[in-house]
């Protein structure tokens, strides 16, 4: 950390903030330019608690020097983590692909388009049970019976599940039904909830917030690992922008910079990154190509009466060809995409 | 609600469009121009669920014309709601400064802060003992605790109390012991908690999501006005934008707007606002000319030291200057702010 | 500026940091802590030309410790521009508004308007000659003919005169005629029109760009000071955020922060930083709460008819209105609104 | 244009928004619903001038429901505007690169880059010879000189060249050295350089600006279209968002929105677009992905020593190898990036 005082600041101030900062057991490093006084701070602020440095008089900025976080970076481990579930696994070479309805509506529906995401070649699917609606009048999700559903088309299947949870007091029953739990945008910053979810031995498909930073996000997670489970998927959904044609403004540039900071996996969820069906296709060749371990779309056989999210579900002969395509994608990034030959006989089998 | 359909689409799908429209139980209007076919549909659509037109080929756009809020509008409601605990009201003539602490640290420094808050004429304390940090390595309050002794301080000094819960599980116990429960920016689209304070009987300090827009955080009250409680608090505590000087952009033009589409009682925290206690003063009075309720004041003894958010805080003697200089604004805005006076008789007296 | 290099990065990188800023002629002061090796650079950047140290791999991050503009900064010079025109100050204890139409549409409605604008107390009216309109269908503005007009309402009534200068040709033309010039938000960083500006004698009122940090709105100042004219107004009119409610967000922390930052004086417009003339009244008043020193407001007779900006322009006698609450706000602030009697005296001696 | 009147309005009211439309000689469509009466306007507005209804008591919202833009709208054409230039087409099979310095710092560099550019398998060649810079104490760029080398570097290698025009008064001289104009983000609402490019007969890249959103980006366009010049190219390059990480927030879904939207060829700038090298890559190829006709790229010798964003710019190396991974990206999304080998013929042919 540096703090930097304001020009022409008395020796007095100078010496309050020396005077604090001892007293914290931090070394420090004064120099004393002609235009300003810098004082570097050596040590671990997390170690040593909050200070608020700016609150005195004399100091015009306080600088962080290291990332706040610590079991997220690659300083801490280098190599990729690799989450896996069964014979599936996230962040590695394979690209998963997490398909599905927003809402579980009826039993019908999820059997349904769980062939449909199974033949198409994902191996997860999504589908949500507990849905965050802007609105109390809107459709809240069919609840645990909604689990059970997905549960009967894992069976069925073979595929995995992902479905949000958005309450405490709902971590344990999610767990029992579901292969991932999602934690939402909205509730990115819900930390009452991410220290629940730390306590599950569950992955964590953890939603950037609509207006997070990066290192928000990256603190979020940093929640969750430091609760004792280190199976967290982060996942671009679109961030808050002046730009109202979309629904969000997907930004894939965190991609690559995830990759760089954290060893985490990162996958992109161009369906609500965009809002739009039409957009789905070429954001989620856009997310491969800049790198994404992975891809979550909605999916849903007649998008139209869909009782949440129609307009940015993808119908199944969409959902097909996208998938036919993201193969090649997949070649020339280095990735593969399991052909879905081998998933229908574990579906035939299962 | 308007349908706008694409340019030159078939007859076939604007029958889509009003098929599935008439069998929602909508009465339509239909209009063709030479540019565009537009369809007006009458009718509530809170009442008749969910709908994805634009998920259907041919429609270029959705339209809503209604609001999607009901309880929380003016048209509902053309009176202010007031909100009275014991004898201060909220949204009424009076101004109401709520001022305090970041967060409780201890029950010496509560009964201290108590004491300064009610010297300079505020009618509510604020202290957090369960507090979202951004960091998991941040101190996180002094929970049940730390609720004891700001319920010690208003027995001392007679003073309300209010502080945020975080957990659907906790809403309970808060309730027990404060007079107002505030909701945070990072749960105002938490909906299981929504849910929950409505609940309770205990008015709700809703603060703005910081990239909520105004339709999401009057959505997010109506939440709370839908489930059965009407004494909701809206609190503007800035918004995330691009500029960085200052922790948040205080949007001061929600006090008229919102005054315009709803009688909910709104008051702006300049604190968080802007992160910067030398900028409290200036959008204290501010919120105060644009014609909020009242505010929320971050004020600490040392600021400097504080466990969370000392830059922002005021210490005592600027909070005191400050509520001299908010008096002569309340008079010129037709409102009053209570005598320090009375309010110290009350004190000895509780 | 502070140099961060990567961690666990090698001596030889570390060199090639130190050598090119050695042969650039600063001087260093390296750090090696346990995690970061830290490289101070002591030295004015301006005189040494850019750097890009970013561009060498091992390099974590540069932080700038001294702010980039000069000349605008209360550290080289303490105390308040003020800037006087005739017998008015800009910037002193006298708040000035400039009000008028949007746009120049007549001679009968500059005559109308300069009587009205003269009549509420402002002493400064505001027409635009030349428009900068969103689409090229829209009325582009009377041009020279418009600037004629203006300046013969000034012969009329004695008011100043502020329009606004969109292309480096033009800047003679417009300081013929009128007495502030004033660039556009969407020309804030249009650096040929800015050098142009700079080069004229006439005081420039410069609008922050819709995006505008407030260090790049100050360096646009600089540019201006920098080419040798210091008669600058800075003039905050809303920026751009998610919020669509209203046209732009205005920002009036930004009101105590350039005070603190700058020596400059800044005004505030409330009829662009809403776009809705409701919320005129109430910005206007939080503006001089927040420590304005003056406000540029959009006044028209029949506003519907208005050829530019209608919906936030104010029709007469609401302008009249709020220049009387202005008077009060203005007392209470320790400023003064000049009492519209002596300025009649001037019009009709004028 | 859908005019929504406010709940309970007087009749009067009503009257006047018709009297007032019909005035115009626009068609009206009543509504007279429960909730609310709605206005159907139908007739184009842009050919009956500008309106300010919102200005009206009574009316609470204008819903415009045709785009404001005509000759850029896939309505008005359906099928891609390609543009060519001597044997290169921008918006058709083949994708184009852009690449070389921010800056023009030197013949020599001029020179070198021209043939590394060229060697690489990119046709265009970029280069500043007036830079747009934040600061008035940066490198502000080699002007006519600069224009010099890059002409020289044309003749000696055979690539294309695109530079920026800053000033009205520069477009001719730019216009007899270029074979691009590029308009930068911060001048894509200076309409007095989009009216004078118009004049020109040179194709114009039009980057976004950097709040722009995509409507008024089209209705940039529109100007430049209007203005009699039908070859405009759009470039995305970032916009600004509350992420720091990031210069600017790269948006890529505005890609397949503009095809969908207007005729025009689009490329995208992933230098700008993210500020930092180590983001140029995957965001190139992303861009492509997305369906981008072509990118815009820096590229430096010596970044570090670059007198204009060298922390942005590739190495030499670094671009070989991006565009042999291009190659790979065109080919599975049906598009060509011309072999570097029939470049070099006609480099030492010309």
């Given at each position: 950390m540096i703090v930097v005082m304001e020009k022409g600041v008395s020796q007095e101030k100078i010496e309050d903030v020396i005077g604090l900062l001892e007293s914290k057991g931090f070394s420090l490093h004064l120099s004393q330019g002609v235009e300003r006084t810098i004082i570097g701070v050596l040590g671990d602020k997390t170690q040593k608690g909050d200070l608020a440095l700016e609150?005195?008089?004399?100091?015009?900025?306080?600088?962080?020097?290291?990332?706040?976080?610590?079991?997220?970076s690659r300083e801490m481990q280098a190599e990729d983590t690799i989450i896996q579930i069964g014979d599936v696994k996230i962040g590695g070479k394979d690209l998963q692909v997490m398909a599905g309805p927003c809402a579980v509506e009826s039993r019908e529906q999820i059997m349904e388009i769980a062939e449909i995401v199974k033949k198409g070649g994902a191996r997860i699917m999504r589908g949500g049970a507990y849905k965050p609606r802007t609105s109390p009048y809107s459709f809240q999700g069919l609840e645990e019976k909604g689990l059970q559903y997905l549960a009967e088309a894992r069976e069925a299947t073979g595929?995995?599940?992902?479905?949000?949870?958005?309450?405490?007091?709902?971590?344990?029953?999610?767990?029992?039904?579901?292969?991932?739990?999602q934690v939402g945008a909205r509730n990115m910053q819900n930390f009452a909830l991410l220290k629940e979810v730390a306590k599950s031995n569950k992955p964590v498909l953890l939603k950037?917030?609509?207006?997070?930073?990066?290192?928000?996000?990256?603190?979020?997670?940093?929640?969750?690992?430091?609760?004792?489970?280190?199976?967290?998927?982060?996942?671009?959904?679109?961030?808050r922008t002046f730009e109202n044609?979309?629904?969000?403004?997907?930004?894939?540039?965190?991609?690559?910079?995830?990759?760089?900071?954290?060893?985490?996996?990162?996958?992109?969820?161009?369906?609500?990154?965009?809002g739009k069906w039409r957009l789905v296709n070429p954001m989620a060749k856009a997310a491969i190509a800049a790198g994404a371990d992975g891809l979550i779309i909605e999916v849903h056989p007649d998008p139209s009466t869909a009782l949440s999210d129609g307009p940015q579900s993808l119908k199944p002969e969409k959902y097909m060809q996208l998938m036919q395509e993201l193969e090649q994608m997949a070649g020339i990034m280095g990735r593969s995409l399991k052909p879905s030959v081998n998933l229908h006989k574990t579906g035939t089998e299962g």
């Open positions: 609150a005195l008089e004399g100091v015009e900025k306080v600088v962080p020097i290291l990332t706040p976080y610590k079991l997220a595929i995995l599940i992902v479905s949000e949870v958005m309450d405490t007091r709902s971590v344990e029953i999610l767990a029992n039904y579901v292969d991932i739990l950037r917030g609509l207006a997070a930073t990066i290192e928000e996000w990256i603190m979020a997670a940093e929640y969750i690992l430091a609760g004792g489970n280190k199976q967290v998927i982060l996942c671009e959904r679109g961030i044609y979309t629904r969000n403004t997907l930004d894939l540039s965190v991609v690559p910079i995830i990759k760089h900071l954290t060893h985490l996996p990162i996958i992109v969820d161009p369906s609500h990154g965009t």
